[in-house]
Each structure stands twice: as structure tokens, then as C-alpha cells.
T-cell receptor, first 115, second 111 residues
Framework: DAGVIQSPRHEVTEMGQEVTLRCKPI?????LFWYRQTMMRGLELLIY????????DSGMPEDRFSAKMPNASFSTLKIQPSEPRDSAVYFC?????????????FGPGTRLTVL | AQSVTQLDSQVPVFEEAPVELRCNYS??????LFWYVQYPNQGLQLLLK??????LVKGINGFEAEFNKSQTSFHLRKPSVHISDTAEYFC?????????FGAGTTVTVRA
């Protein structure tokens, strides 16, 4: 079975540009998570969707960040405008349900560099 | 609030030697604990998890961890490491849907 798919794997952009990261969760999973990994802050949860509905976006840094999940098989994380401090690895993860016992399965990540 | 502390940021170890990665947690409620591994330039992969029951949990690739409630610890061990175990290891505690990760321990295995 295919795991969580993310694209692009690498993105280099200039400050002020719009960036869109994409995620396809594992088929049948109803929970989707976006994380950011940086050296300074480690792994942080940005937003959590359940059945395509955003449940917890308290980790989204500021209004420049937005996330959508238009259907069960696709989600996007958008940064507009991007800034150098947004440089990080962004992971998407999915789990079968929202149960506390469920494992979250991570994608390979998108390494974002904002110049 | 729940949190984890990984006590070692870097652990160098020789091939075929044992390794232990230390993790302490803080929680006021029942705990669900996880260890993930991140190989270079890859996503996180689950090694093992503790939900309830036996305090000794066996995972993939020969890893195991022991849940110790009195010491609020969940240390990860492997009796004999391989070069391929070179990676970063993350301990995490789960509250409802939210995973809170430790800072990570980088394991470097040398021949």
C-alpha cells in the first residue's frame, strides 16, 4: 500500500512568494495532520483535520499560513507571503481514526527553503 | 499538559554494542507513549508504542522499550546495533489526537 504522499519533496522560493505544499493521506484514514520540523523548535503540530474538517489550528503560526482539505484524499498547506523564517521541513501525517491509540503515519516531508 | 524530555541529544555507539535512549514524560492522566525513528532525509516511522498492559514493549528492527510508571520513563533499548540504525529517534506522548515530541536523540553507529 502507498503511504502518505507529499509533494514537492523540495521547494526553494524567494521571500514574498506563495508556497503550496500538498498531501495525499493513506486511503481510508480520516485524520490528517500537518507538522513543521525546525532545529530550534523541533516537531510542532500545525493543524489537525478530522473527516476533512479542521479541528485544531492552534499551531498555525500566523495568518500567512492556511490549510485546506477539500476531500478525503487531498490536503494543502499554503504560505502567503513566505518569509525566510518559514524555512523548515513540513510533514503530513494521517491516522485511521482520531483514537488516541491510533498510530500516525508520516509522509517523507517537504523541505522548504525561503531565500 | 503532557511533555517528554529526551535526556541525550547525541549517542555515539559502536556497531554490535547495545544502546539505550532515555525518555522521561510528564502527565497527569493515562499515558500513551511512542518511539519514532527518522532516517536521514526521510519521514518518521513508528518503532513501537505503549498503550496499556505489559510494560515491556517490543517493536520493529529489534528495538524494545520499558514503561516505568514510578520513574515516569519510557527508555528505548537495542542489544546490538547495526550501521543502519544511524538515525534520529523521537519519544512522544499522546493526549487525545495530539502527539507531543521530545527534542530527539541522534544515534551514530560506527564500525
Amino acid at each position: 500500500d502507498a503511504g502518505v504522499i507529499q509533494s514537492p519533496r523540495h521547494e526553494v522560493t524567494e521571500m514574498g512568494q506563495e508556497v503550496t505544499l500538498r498531501c495525499k493521506p493513506i486511503s481510508g484514514h480520516n485524520s490528517l495532520f500537518w507538522y513543521r520540523q525546525t532545529m530550534m523548535r523541533g516537531l510542532e503540530l500545525l493543524i489537525y483535520f478530522n473527516n476533512n474538517v479542521p479541528i485544531d489550528d492552534s499551531g498555525m503560526p500566523e495568518d500567512r499560513f492556511s490549510a485546506k482539505m477539500p476531500n478525503a484524499s487531498f490536503s494543502t498547506l499554503k504560505i502567503q507571503p513566505s518569509e525566510p523564517r518559514d524555512s523548515a521541513v513540513y510533514f503530513c501525517a494521517s491516522s485511521p481514526t482520531s483514537s488516541i491509540a491510533d498510530t500516525q503515519y508520516f509522509g517523507p516531508g517537504t523541505r522548504l527553503t525561503v531565500l | 499538559a503532557q511533555s517528554v524530555t529526551q535526556l541525550d541529544s547525541q549517542v555515539p555507539v559502536f556497531e554490535e554494542a547495545p544502546v539505550e535512549l532515555r525518555c522521561n514524560y510528564s502527565s497527569s492522566v493515562s499515558v500513551y507513549l511512542f518511539w519514532y525513528v527518522q532516517y536521514p532525509n526521510q519521514g518518521l516511522q513508528l518503532l513501537l508504542k505503549y498503550l496499556s498492559g505489559s510494560t515491556l514493549v517490543k517493536g520493529i528492527n529489534g528495538f524494545e522499550a520499558e514503561f516505568n510508571k514510578s520513574q515516569t520513563s519510557f527508555h528505548l533499548r537495542k542489544p546490538s546495533v547495526h550501521i543502519s540504525d544511524t538515525a534520529e529517534y523521537f519519544c512522544a506522548v499522546k493526549n487525545d489526537y495530539k502527539l507531543s515530541f521530545g527534542a530527539g536523540t541522534t544515534v551514530t553507529v560506527r564500525a
